[in-house]
């Protein structure tokens, strides 16, 4: 992989990163077209990263399906596909990880999963290393990591831009991820409320509602409705620095993290009053 990054670099043609864990859904294809429009090669990296996975969590039932991952990359003529091993990525004796020290990473998703963002941050940061991308793409459901990465990325002087693209829905509106799949037919329909809640949100600071605990309550009613639906997190942060803010002002993230069934979803909606 460094050596065809290489090549391609001293043909003063530019590369468009695409980080993935693989089993594609419609929002990681959105990246890799934005990727097409802007860049010379498009490359896709698919790695399952052990090191944002904490105890208990879903990493050995993570969903993989490498040759219909495969096809519908070619479908969109992605140039490169880079799949490395986890033996590859972590050698024996892997001791070195980078760590965002800020309090950004202890809050919303760093909360509930410590570590997962050193986890982050670490593979992000070999993968930029070993494809020396110009732009690397990124999806807005996962906000708060596409901040620290940002963060990780102007800290660390990579010299390449970080593109965040807009949440990619299904037709009802369910943000899609690759954990929907582990979703039964009812808890799927349930799993609705995050954005019903979100929407409804939007709504009431659109009519002048500016209090964040008065929107918080709100989205956390709507989810209490569903028999299988955990609360995880119902947030209000500024989206330009991801600080709690207590009334509603200038470009605001309302964040939602809930687990429906045993699936923990995650959801956001940007509003700029």
């Known amino acids: 992989m460094r050596d065809l990054s290489r090549e391609i670099r001293s043909q003063k043609k530019t590369i468009g990163l695409v980080p993935t864990m693989g089993y594609l859904h419609e929002g990681h294809l959105s990246l890799v077209r934005a990727a097409r429009k802007e860049c010379d090669i498009v490359a896709v990296s698919i790695f399952v990263n052990p090191a944002q996975f904490g105890e208990?969590?879903?990493?050995?039932?993570?969903?993989?399906?490498?040759?219909?991952?495969?096809?519908?990359?070619?479908?969109?003529?992605t140039d490169v596909l880079f799949f490395p091993s986890d033996k590859e990525m972590y050698p024996e004796g892997y001791n070195t990880?980078?760590?965002n020290k800020d309090p950004v990473s202890d809050i919303l998703c760093g909360a509930s999963r410590p570590g997962h963002?050193?986890?982050?941050?670490?593979?992000?940061?070999?993968?930029?290393?070993?494809?020396?991308?110009?732009?690397?793409?990124?999806?807005?459901?996962?906000?708060q990591q596409a901040f620290i990465v940002k963060q990780?990325?102007?800290?660390?002087?990579?010299?390449?831009?970080?593109?965040?693209m807009p949440t990619v829905r299904e037709e009802d509106g369910l943000a899609m991820s690759s954990r929907n799949v582990y979703?039964?037919?009812?808890?799927?329909?349930?799993?609705?409320?995050?954005?019903?809640?979100?929407?409804?949100?939007?709504?009431?600071?659109?009519l002048g509602e500016v209090s964040s605990n008065?929107?918080?309550d709100g989205i956390k009613?709507?989810?209490k409705k569903n028999k299988d639906i955990k609360t995880d997190y119902?947030?209000?942060?500024?989206?330009?620095?991801?600080?709690?803010?207590?009334?509603?002002?200038g470009k605001t993230l309302i964040a939602v993290a809930a687990f429906v069934g045993k699936t923990r979803l995650i959801d956001n909606v940007v509003v700029k009053i």
């Open 97 to 99: 990880f980078v760590e």
């Open 234 to 249: 119902v947030e209000i942060v500024s989206a330009e620095d991801l600080s709690p803010v207590d009334i509603i002002k």
């Open 117 to 143: 963002f050193k986890g982050v941050t670490t593979v992000v940061a070999k993968l930029f290393n070993i494809i020396s991308p110009d732009k690397s793409y990124f999806g807005q459901k996962d906000a």
């Open 221 to 223: 009613a709507v989810l």
């Open 56 to 77: 208990g969590e879903d990493l050995d039932r993570y969903p993989r399906d490498e040759k219909r991952d495969k096809q519908l990359l070619e479908k969109e003529n």
């Open 214 to 216: 008065v929107i918080k």
């Open 183 to 206: 979703l039964s037919p009812d808890e799927r329909k349930q799993a609705l409320s995050i954005y019903e809640g979100l929407r409804k949100a939007e709504e009431k600071i659109m």
């Open 152 to 164: 990780m990325a102007r800290d660390l002087d990579f010299p390449l831009e970080i593109k965040v």
